[in-house]
């Protein structure tokens, strides 16, 4: 080995151990060192990697074989250390550095992460960060141990990653894995709404659900009600309500379609959609634009629109991530509380949406009376346990739990969210503040830092489970939520168990026999299960061939009371099954929705009922049901009328099954604010064209400067200074005074002594946005931190143009510190870019 390769595996040592496990390069440590050299270095990595890959560096840079340093590159390789390897030849670990904060947010979030993820579900997205040996390990751990020893060994891989995509792969995985725990704490202003779409290169987009044959003439599979053209085009055979409803949008007006579920809205839009293309003046070329709001339904309606165009020259293509005729059952009413007040609300709808019109069935009420059939709707109030000692233990181990919190930080101090009620969604808020505050705490001494911050996100994530479980036993058996934290703290002791999990874990194992008999008494029976069980039974005494959705608000009630029903001896002939959505902890995939929703709809066998949440309120094509029951389940007006439209089939029922008060009176407000939306739509409807396109008008000039006053709004934020240091090392780097905005959109340091605190590299996508031409990538001179890019922009060259959250923000006058994600959220104002100022200062 040549000296000076000698001494860069020295000076590289710290680099190379984090990362490297010998055992993965045993061919290279075979090849070249004895076997008693190779007994102690794999000895060693059963107790620390990092020892392990120490002792084989010391055994590697003593080596004098000729060609052993190119095959130890080669065999990093071969064995997927790419990263490792390329950082080694080309002698620059900064690559390798930019990982660490990566790492270090892994580190700090670890035990949110090792709770709330099934590692074999996320290393199916990761196969580019992980090596094949790392996916063995991680599985087989996670097999013999439980799912929170997989996790930790998950992310001691990740720890150790060389792969510049590595975190990158891991939140994708996180998202696509539905864990919004985690990725609310990886990225904090990631919203939860995912949007779906079909494009036509000549044609489509849209939204709705595809109707039953038995619910429109114009079904997908039913040939009979379609005629050719010579154009061998599927001409549709609309109802005469339907051709009522499309009357203004073929008229060319903006138009919003109010019809109940089950009309036939998605054909209305397919009608629409096919006479804009077929009407186009010769020479032209049209497209058609269908928004679908969740992935399950743009599946549905992709599906149609291509059945019924597959043999035109119009193609209709689907685009399906994050990236008008508008259809709706319910328009709503917001916050209305008179008929003049909902006709505002409406109003203000079509002005954002410029629509024109509102087309409801008037004129031919009687036929669509005939295909659609309104559930009569039921309330059937039950009691609660008039003991419940499972949520007094629990309720006691919550404020014991929060004690031993405190007694590491004060952590009342961590989230403006007071009088957390424990067994509640405001107490799950309440946690998710703690964390996200958690996250960015800060003290001189980083050690204990990085001990309080892991201690806390420990404790929160066992309040978090305690919560969870008093919800289960509000709705369900005791024994489901004690099977809930029973799992939980299995996986725990499979995991790390350090000091605090074993205090936490004694804590509940204290009780746990308690909780078990408790679990096991009948006296402590949910009343709402009871008549629940009474429904179901009289109802399909009545009719076997009832086919049931039971709507419930969260994934784990929905488990809970399905394991019920299969349980349940008079029951479980009703082969129950979930219908969860894609955007949770425990969601489905589409697959599984779709095998879920066939055996629903297999009249001769399969399930009988599904348990739902909010997936199936709308847009799902599920096959007529006649027996709706919302268990506790209670939103508003929309909702209201979008799950009670689940039930098509004539003399079907929706029932509310609810022990609270509040949740009676909010759906006797949901059904008066249903007749007041009928009412205003009606009103609106009478309005002769120009006094209706007036007051849009006045909204829309309303709303302009309403949009106006609040991009100004930065004029307004106090004169106050502050300098943003690195937030990687904490170096200043320059002050609020100095920054610049460019078109609105880019932020600029005129400075000229910043050139001094940043180094720059070629930037790997060089592109230009507006009249920004990005130029190299901006990185701290002290850490490399990555602070944003270099651009020209007009006759300027290379201006350094920064991102917020690469920095923290401390008051010049206070000293406060402040983080900050957006540029919107700054506390100080920004000037405009001024040429001649720049000209000036440099």
């Given at each position: ?15 190379i ?45 003593k080596l ?32 390798i550095e ?234 709503g ?15 203000h ?26 559930s ?26 929060e ?9 009342d ?17 309440w ?28 404790y ?7 919560n ?14 004690v ?21 936490l ?87 599984s ?5 066939n055996s ?12 739902a ?21 209670v939103g ?8 009670r439209g689940?039930?098509r ?28 939306m ?17 007051k ?6 309303d ?11 930065s ?43 940043y ?7 060089p ?6 031409q ?24 290379d ?32 000037k ?11």
């Amino acid at each position: 080995m040549h000296p000076v390769d000698r001494e860069n595996l020295k000076q590289w040592e710290g680099y190379i151990t984090s990362i490297l496990r010998p055992s993965y390069i045993q061919g290279f440590l075979n090849n070249y060192f004895s076997p008693v050299e190779v007994e102690e270095i794999l000895s060693l990595e059963e107790k620390s990697s990092i020892c392990s890959a120490k002792c084989f560096l010391n055994y590697l840079i003593k080596l004098e074989e000729r060609g052993c340093y190119r095959a130890f590159l080669d065999e990093l390789g071969a064995v997927g250390y790419t990263g490792l390897q390329e950082a080694i030849e080309k002698a620059d670990f900064s690559e390798i550095e930019k990982l660490q904060e990566n790492k270090e947010l892994l580190s700090r979030i670890s035990q949110t992460i090792v709770s709330n993820i099934k590692p074999n579900e996320v290393i199916m997205y990761m196969r580019q960060s992980l090596l094949p040996r790392e996916c063995e390990e991680i599985s087989k751990v996670t097999e013999s141990k439980g799912d929170t020893a997989g996790a930790e060994k998950l992310l001691d891989c990740l720890r150790k990653s060389d792969k510049q995509q590595f975190f990158k792969e891991f939140c994708l995985a996180m998202e696509t894995c539905n864990y919004d725990v985690v990725v609310t704490l990886l990225s904090p202003d990631s919203g939860e709404i995912s949007n779906s779409s079909v494009i036509t290169e000549d044609v489509l987009y849209y939204s709705e659900q595809p109707e039953k044959m038995n619910t429109c003439s114009a079904a997908i599979d039913s040939t009979a009600n379609f005629q050719q053209n010579s154009n061998a085009t599927k001409q549709l055979k609309l109802r005469a309500y339907q051709e009522e409803l499309a009357e203004a949008a073929v008229a060319g007006d903006n138009t919003i379609i109010c019809a109940p579920t089950g009309s036939g809205k998605t054909i209305v839009a397919l009608h629409i959609a096919e006479h804009h293309l077929m009407e186009r003046p010769e020479g032209e070329k049209r497209k058609v634009c269908f928004m679908a709001t969740t992935v399950p339904v743009f599946q549905q309606q992709l599906e149609l629109f291509k059945h019924h165009f597959q043999k035109t020259s119009f193609r209709v293509h689907g685009i399906c991530g994050d990236t008008i005729v508008g259809l709706t059952a319910s328009i709503g009413v917001g916050d209305a509380s008179s008929v003049r007040d909902a006709m505002d609300y409406i109003l203000h709808i079509c002005a954002n949406l410029d629509a024109e019109s509102i087309s409801t069935v008037n004129r031919n009420m009687e036929e669509l009376e005939k295909f659609v059939f309104v559930s009569e709707k039921q309330t059937r109030e039950a009691t609660r346990r008039m003991k419940d000692p499972f949520a007094d233990i629990i309720r006691q181990m919550m404020v014991q739990v929060e004690g031993m919190a405190k007694r590491v930080y004060n952590i009342d101090e961590l989230s403006h969210i007071q009088n957390q009620n424990r067994g509640s969604q405001k107490y799950e808020q309440w946690i998710i503040e703690v964390q996200k505050s958690c996250k960015v705490l800060q003290m001189k001494d980083v050690e204990k830092e990085r001990k309080t911050c892991r201690a806390l996100f420990t404790y929160t994530e066992h309040l978090r489970k305690y919560n969870d479980a008093l919800i289960i036993n509000d709705d369900a058996r005791t024994k489901d939520a004690v099977n809930y934290l029973d799992h939980f703290f299995t996986n725990v002791k499979g995991g790390g168990y350090d000091e605090t999990e074993q205090l936490l874990t004694a804590l509940f194992e204290a009780k746990k026999q308690q909780l078990l008999t408790i679990e096991a008494d009948p006296a402590y029976e949910n009343p709402k299960l009871t008549e629940v069980r009474k429904i179901l039974c009289e109802e399909y005494r009545k009719n076997p061939k009832t086919k049931t959705i039971m709507f419930v608000r969260t994934r784990a009630l929905a488990d809970a009371l399905r394991n019920w029903l299969k349980d349940t001896e008079t029951l479980a002939f009703l082969q129950p099954e979930m219908l969860l959505g894609r955007s949770k902890n425990t969601g489905m995939t589409l697959p599984s929705q779709k095998e879920v929703l066939n055996s629903f709809r297999n009249e001769s066998g399969g399930s009988k009922i599904l348990v739902a949440t909010s997936v199936a309120d709308e847009g799902i094509d599920i096959v007529q049901c006649n027996l709706v029951l919302l268990y506790e389940y209670v939103g508003n007006v929309i909702k209201m009328i979008q799950t009670r439209g689940r039930g098509r089939a004539q003399g079907s029922k929706c029932i509310l099954v609810t022990s609270k008060k509040e949740q009676v009176e909010k759906e006797m407000i949901n059904s008066a604010q249903e007749k007041m939306m009928y009412k205003a739509i009606q009103e609106l409807q009478q309005w002769d064209r120009p006094t209706f396109s007036k007051k849009i008008n006045i909204i829309q000039a309303d709303e302009k400067k309403m949009r106006e006053f609040k991009s100004n709004e930065s004029t307004d934020k106090p004169a106050e200074s502050y300098k943003l240091l690195c937030g990687k090392c904490k170096i200043y780097a320059c002050d609020s005074d100095d920054i610049r905005i460019i078109e609105d959109a880019h932020h600029a340091v005129i400075d000229k002594t910043f050139l001094n605190r940043y180094q720059t590299q070629p930037h790997k996508k060089p592109k230009n946005i507006g009249s920004l031409q990005k130029r190299e990538k901006l990185h701290c001179k002290d850490c490399a931190h990555d602070w944003g890019i270099t651009a020209n922009f007009n006759v300027f060259k290379d201006l350094p143009v920064i991102k917020i959250d690469s920095f923290v923000l401390h008051n010049i006058k206070t000293g406060a510190p402040c983080i900050v994600k957006k540029w919107k959220d700054v506390p100080f104002s920004i000037k405009k870019f001024d040429s001649g100022e720049f000209c000036q200062e440099i």
